[in-house]
T-cell receptor, first 115, second 117 residues
Framework: AQSVTQPDIHITVSEGASLELRCNYS??????LFWYVQSPGQGLQLLLK??????LVQGIKGFEAEFKRSQSSFNLRKPSVHWSDAAEYFC?????????????FGTGTKLQVIP | DAGVIQSPRHEVTEMGQEVTLRCKPI?????LFWYRQTMMRGLELLIY????????DSGMPEDRFSAKMPNASFSTLKIQPSEPRDSAVYFC???????????????FGPGTRLTVT
């Protein structure tokens, strides 16, 4: 069973427009949640993470994410997208497995930014 | 800090050949992960080491795959014999935190793009 779902495979936004990337998880309790970004030809880089506390989390590069328990969601947002934000974005969860917190990545959302 | 170092960056080999991928984690990190990324299956965890000991190898696809971590600064992922379906990008990642808590950051290397013909 999928523990983390990213329903959008590809999203296109205009430079300067706002962005929201969706992520849903399936787990009985609140898991550890992450957003990573992968630029072409590179490895993944952590944008932000959440486990407890304030449900609005600030990350690097002007990104933020909001945890909503009622919707089992952890959506990533940015108020104004820059051309350099074009990349693939991965939501991830850490769940207990075999004595440690195992991270499982979603299938990713590829962001295209048009001028 | 140089970050996680992987070599080679690109590898093209023929079916049946042995392939060895190498990884140097960030100094001081005690956890190391090998991932495989493909269009069809996304990013999959192959194996996780903690303090040089394999903790979770449930993602290793079959006996053709093996991984070692002889010391804290070096790990290898070997495929023998290689097959065309092994073509993928292989990432190594390391983390400094103890993984009993889940809010650890993984630092990824640039990956090795493997093509098996």
């Amino acid at each position: 069973a999928q523990s983390v779902t990213q329903p959008d495979i590809h999203i296109t936004v205009s430079e300067g427009a706002s962005l929201e990337l969706r992520c849903n998880y399936s787990y009985g309790a609140t898991p550890y949640l992450f957003w990573y970004v992968q630029s072409p030809g590179q490895g993944l880089q952590l944008l932000l993470k959440y486990f407890s506390g304030d449900t609005l989390v600030q990350g690097i590069k002007g990104f933020e994410a909001e945890f909503k328990r009622s919707q089992s969601s952890f959506n990533l947002r940015k108020p104004s997208v820059h051309w350099s934000d074009a990349a693939e974005y991965f939501c991830a969860v850490a769940l207990p497995s075999g004595g440690y917190q195992k991270v499982t990545f979603g299938t990713g959302t590829k962001l295209q930014v048009i001028p | 800090d140089a970050g996680v170092i992987q070599s080679p960056r690109h590898e093209v080999t023929e079916m049946g050949q042995e392939v060895t991928l190498r990884c140097k984690p960030i100094s001081g990190h005690n956890s190391l992960f090998w991932y495989r990324q493909t269009m069809m299956r996304g990013l999959e965890l192959l194996i996780y080491f903690n303090n040089n000991v394999p903790i979770d190898d449930s993602g290793m696809p079959e006996d053709r795959f093996s991984a070692k971590m002889p010391n804290a600064s070096f790990s290898t992922l070997k495929i023998q014999p290689s097959e065309p379906r092994d073509s993928a990008v292989y990432f190594c990642a390391s983390s400094p935190e103890v993984l009993l808590a889940g809010d650890y950051e993984q630092y990824f290397g640039p990956g090795t793009r493997l093509t098996v013909t």
